[in-house]
C-alpha cells in the first residue's frame, strides 16, 4: 500500500507541459517605459518589475514596479529619490532586502548595486567595494542562494567578471569576491545551478552567440557550455528553471524576438515562443505555473501557462487534469483496500 501511495505522489510530480499558452500581460505605461527585469516573489505574492524609463543620458529616473502576483495589479513604487536609479536591471531579494542592479547604459556613470529594504522602503547604494568605474562597466543581473549575492557584468574591456557579494550584514562594504568570465564573454543573466554551479547567459553574441556558459560559483573555474545557437540564438538575457536547479528544463531569451527551452529529458534546443519586440529577462511562478517574460520595447511583461493539450504530452505528466494513469492508480488502491479488508474477515 505504501509504494502505491508513493507512486501516485511521483505522477503528480513528474516535469510540467511548456508554459508557451498566452494568457495576458502587465502593461507597466502607467508607471514608466522599458521595463528590463521580472522576480516573482511566491512567498510574499509580489512581483517586481524594474523599469528603466527615458535611458537618456545623464537621467536617473529608474523606478522598481511592485504589482500582486495574483491580480497583478500595482501597489507600489520605489525610486530612491531622484539620483539613484538609472537604469536598474537584474533584482535579487533576500528577506525583507531587494537588491538592485543599478546600471548606466550611457556609460557616464559606474553600475552599482542598490539594497531596498521593501517594507520601510529605505534604500543603500553600495560602496567603493561594489561600485563600478565609469565608461561601460555595469552589472547586469542578480541571483542569490538566499545568503550571499551574485552578479553578472559586462565590462568597458572585452571580458566580463562574475561577481559574489558576501557578508552581506555589512552592506554597503560586503565582502566580494571577484572571478573573470570566459574570453570575452558579457554577463548577462545568471542562475544558480545544481551543486555549485552557477549559470551565466553570455550576452557578446559573435563566436560567443547562444552561449549559457557554467561557472563553479565558490572558485570560478568554466564548466559545462550550453549553446542555443542552433536554433537561432544570439545575445543570450534571461534565465529560469522550471522545477529543481540544473535538473529540470532550462528558459532563456537572447534579446530577441524569441524564448527558447533546454529539455533536460534529451538535451536538446527549441524555440517555444516567438513574436517578442525585445525579450529580456523572465521568471516563473512555480505555484501557478505561469511563465513570465519581459517585452522590454513593447512595455509589458508577458505571461504564458501550460497549454491544455500538453498537459499530458510535452515534458511528463501533471496534476493539473486527472489522465488516465491518476485513474488506474486510484483502481488499484481500491482493490488492494478491499483485499486487505477481505483477509481481515
Known amino acids: 500500500m505504501k509504494n502505491i501511495v508513493m507512486l501516485l505522489l511521483f505522477v503528480c510530480s513528474i516535469a510540467w507541459g511548456q508554459l508557451n499558452d498566452y494568457i495576458g500581460s502587465i502593461d507597466v505605461t502607467n508607471e514608466g517605459i522599458n521595463p528590463e527585469c521580472v522576480l516573482i516573489d511566491s512567498t510574499n505574492f509580489k512581483i517586481y518589475i524594474s523599469i528603466h524609463n527615458t535611458q537618456n543620458t545623464g537621467a536617473k529616473d529608474g523606478l522598481i514596479g511592485v504589482y500582486d502576483l495574483q491580480t497583478h495589479n500595482q501597489e507600489k513604487i520605489f525610486q530612491c529619490g531622484s539620483n539613484v536609479l538609472i537604469d536598474p536591471m537584474g533584482m535579487a531579494l533576500i528577506g525583507n532586502f531587494l537588491y538592485v542592479a543599478n546600471s548606466d547604459l550611457t556609460g557616464i556613470t559606474g553600475g552599482n548595486i542598490v539594497r531596498i529594504n521593501v517594507v520601510t522602503g529605505d534604500w543603500v547604494s553600495g560602496g567603493n567595494g561594489v561600485a563600478l568605474p565609469a565608461g561601460g562597466n555595469n552589472y547586469f543581473d542578480l541571483t542569490t542562494d538566499g545568503t550571499n549575492l551574485w552578479a553578472g557584468s559586462s565590462l568597458s574591456t572585452p571580458t ?180 486487505k479488508n477481505r483477509n481481515k474477515t
Open 160 to 339: 566580463g567578471n562574475l561577481y559574489r557579494f558576501s557578508q552581506l550584514e555589512n552592506w554597503p562594504n560586503p565582502t566580494v569576491n571577484t572571478t573573470s568570465l570566459v574570453t570575452n564573454a558579457r554577463g548577462n543573466g545568471v542562475i544558480l545551478g545544481a551543486g555549485n554551479d552557477i549559470w551565466v547567459a553570455d550576452f557578446s553574441g559573435g563566436n560567443h552567440a547562444g552561449h549559457v556558459q557554467s561557472y563553479d560559483r565558490n572558485t570560478g573555474t568554466v564548466g559545462t557550455l550550453w549553446n542555443f545557437f542552433s536554433v537561432g540564438a544570439n545575445l543570450m538575457d534571461g534565465l529560469a528553471w522550471i522545477g529543481e536547479p540544473g535538473n529540470s528544463d532550462l528558459y532563456t531569451t537572447d534579446w530577441g524576438a524569441n524564448v527558447y527551452l533546454r529539455s533536460h529529458k534529451n538535451n536538446s534546443y527549441t524555440t517555444i515562443i516567438s513574436g517578442f519586440e525585445h525579450a529580456a529577462d523572465i521568471d516563473i511562478d512555480k505555484n501557478n505555473k505561469r511563465l513570465y517574460v519581459v517585452d522590454m520595447t513593447a512595455d509589458e511583461i508577458k505571461i504564458y501557462g501550460e497549454k491544455k493539450s500538453e498537459k499530458h504530452h510535452s515534458n511528463g505528466h501533471t496534476c493539473g487534469a486527472i489522465g488516465i494513469e491518476f485513474l488506474f492508480l486510484m483502481l488499484i488502491l481500491k482493490l488492494l483496500s478491499k483485499f
